[in-house]
């Protein structure tokens, strides 16, 4: 990566090769709650290079569409990071989303034995346990399916890192709605000095400790002092719904948590941008009508320069020429489609996925940037 985030969230392997899908066999299918599934994943001995993954990163998941289109979904991989020879499984977490097609194809029909088409892993959403300082002190505060790649961080950190701890806050509807609880309840029994969890439940009561409702800034501004020593922790990930990442980085904010120190992965996104986060411009331009132009892009080592139709984004332009350039959402959610802006002028709509740090340094999502100027030239090898 050209823009390490804060460090220890740099260790991030770069896929072999930019949005490469391979076909996986599904090795099992578990219910974890009503509306929601655990894939697992088996990966071939030739292939495991490929889909090592950092704790925290995701796969995309395809499927071509019966009238001919393709869906795309990002799942977060919630097993533990594996060892340099790569995993000889991986397993996502899939929740059901209303009309959601991926999701509604993954509960109603995705069966062991079913052959999915998968790509390597991505997102820098990550903790390197390696990288972590001595004692260091990490905490998430996660929603819903935000649970996932909070899953696989805390795993991870803890296995291999004896001096580590981890506090995580959770909240979800109820008991029964709650995804991967026996996993975490084993990271509780694992790691009881080490692993600190506070369950709040929206719509129940709980049997004991916090009352229900909703956990938002306010909450967590008076919670968060009474868990642990906020000042004192290494680095906070925040995942879930919209709402609920950004109010727990408010209260982080007004806790005195300086923004390096936070990392944050967005699920769910309505598709009206909130005001306060579009538009957003890339690292180099300020807002201007779109125009025609042409684009250079950079991609697994070969460039090519196309045209840029009014209004079109440049991943997809580039997508007309290069089938393979990578992406997921098309919603500025996932950060699949982030390079590196080398030249020329763009407009974001909106950005969900890339840090401060990232955008400064001349980062783009191309699925949501347009050509301000005739030429413009980015890079996804960066
Ligand atoms: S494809 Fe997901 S952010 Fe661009």
Same mark, same amino acid.
């Given at each position: 990566?050209?823009?390490?985030?804060?460090?220890?969230?740099?260790?991030?392997?770069?896929?072999?090769?930019?949005?490469?899908?391979?076909?996986?066999?599904?090795?099992a299918v578990d219910r974890l709650t009503d509306d929601s599934v655990a894939l697992t994943l088996r990966v071939p001995q030739e292939l495991r290079a490929e889909y090592r993954?950092?704790?925290?990163?995701?796969?995309?998941?395809?499927?071509?569409?019966?009238?001919?289109?393709?869906?795309?979904?990002? &799942?977060?991989?919630?097993?533990?990071?594996?060892?340099?020879?790569? %995993?000889?499984?991986?397993?996502?977490?899939?929740?059901?989303?209303?009309?959601?097609?991926?999701?509604?194809?993954?509960? =109603?029909?995705?069966?062991?034995?079913?052959?999915?088409?998968?790509?390597?892993?991505?997102?820098?959403?990550?903790?390197?346990?390696?990288?972590?300082?001595?004692a260091a002190h990490y905490a998430a505060v996660v929603g819903g399916s935000g649970i996932t790649p909070v899953l696989s961080i805390a795993a991870s950190l803890l296995a291999?890192? %004896?001096?580590?701890?981890?506090?995580?806050?959770?909240?979800?509807?109820?008991?029964?709605?709650?995804?991967?609880?026996?996993?975490?309840?084993?990271?509780?029994? /694992? &790691?009881?000095?080490?692993?600190?969890?506070?369950?709040?439940?929206? /719509?129940?009561?709980?049997?004991?400790?916090?009352?229900?409702?909703?956990?938002?800034?306010?909450?967590?501004?008076?919670?968060?002092?009474?868990?642990?020593?906020?000042?004192?922790?290494?680095?906070?990930?925040?995942?879930?719904?919209?709402?609920?990442?950004?109010?727990?980085?408010?209260?982080?904010?007004?806790?005195?948590?300086?923004?390096?120190?936070?990392?944050?992965?967005?699920?769910?996104?309505?598709?009206?941008a909130p005001q306060d986060t579009a538009p957003q411009t890339g690292g180099r331009a300020p807002s201007a009508a779109a125009s025609r132009g042409r684009v250079t892009a950079?991609?697994? *080592?070969?460039?090519?320069?196309?045209?840029?139709?009014?209004?079109?984004?440049?991943?997809?332009?580039?997508?007309?020429?290069?089938?393979?350039? %990578?992406?997921?959402? =098309?919603?500025?959610?996932?950060?699949?489609?982030?390079?590196?802006?080398?030249?020329?002028?763009? /407009?974001?709509?909106?950005?969900?996925?890339?840090?401060?740090?990232?955008?400064?340094? *001349?980062?783009?999502?191309?699925?949501?940037?347009?050509?301000?100027?005739?030429?413009?030239?980015?890079?996804?090898?960066?």
């Open positions: 990566m050209a823009v390490p985030p804060p460090s220890p969230t740099s260790g991030s392997p770069r896929p072999a090769r930019h949005g490469a899908f391979h076909a996986l066999t599904v090795a993954h950092a704790p925290g990163q995701h796969l995309t998941l395809r499927r071509a569409a019966p009238e001919g289109a393709e869906v795309r979904r990002t &799942y977060s991989i919630c097993s533990p990071a594996p060892g340099e020879a790569g %995993p000889s499984v991986l397993r996502v977490g899939v929740r059901l989303v209303e009309g959601g097609e991926f999701s509604t194809f993954a509960h =109603k029909e995705i069966a062991a034995g079913d052959v999915l088409d998968v790509m390597v892993p991505a997102g820098r959403f990550v903790l390197d346990p390696a990288a972590a300082p001595a291999a890192r %004896p001096d580590a701890r981890f506090c995580l806050v959770r909240s979800d509807r109820t008991a029964a709605s709650t995804m991967f609880l026996e996993e975490v309840a084993d990271l509780k029994d /694992r &790691y009881p000095d080490r692993f600190q969890l506070v369950t709040v439940l929206s /719509r129940e009561e709980q049997e004991a400790g916090l009352p229900s409702g909703r956990l938002d800034e306010q909450r967590l501004t008076a919670l968060l002092p009474a868990l642990l020593p906020v000042a004192e922790v290494t680095g906070w990930f925040l995942c879930g719904p919209y709402g609920l990442v950004q109010g727990a980085e408010r209260a982080l904010h007004a806790l005195g948590v300086v923004r390096t120190r936070v990392h944050e992965e967005i699920f769910h996104v309505e598709d009206t950079r991609l697994d *080592g070969r460039s090519g320069t196309w045209p840029v139709q009014e209004g079109e984004s440049l991943l997809d332009a580039v997508l007309r020429n290069r089938a393979d350039a %990578p992406y997921a959402c =098309k919603g500025g959610v996932c950060g699949t489609c982030r390079a590196f802006l080398v030249s020329g002028e763009v /407009r974001m709509d909106r950005n969900f996925a890339l840090e401060a740090e990232e955008t400064e340094a *001349g980062f783009v999502l191309a699925c949501q940037s347009h050509a301000v100027t005739e030429e413009v030239e980015i890079d996804f090898d960066r």
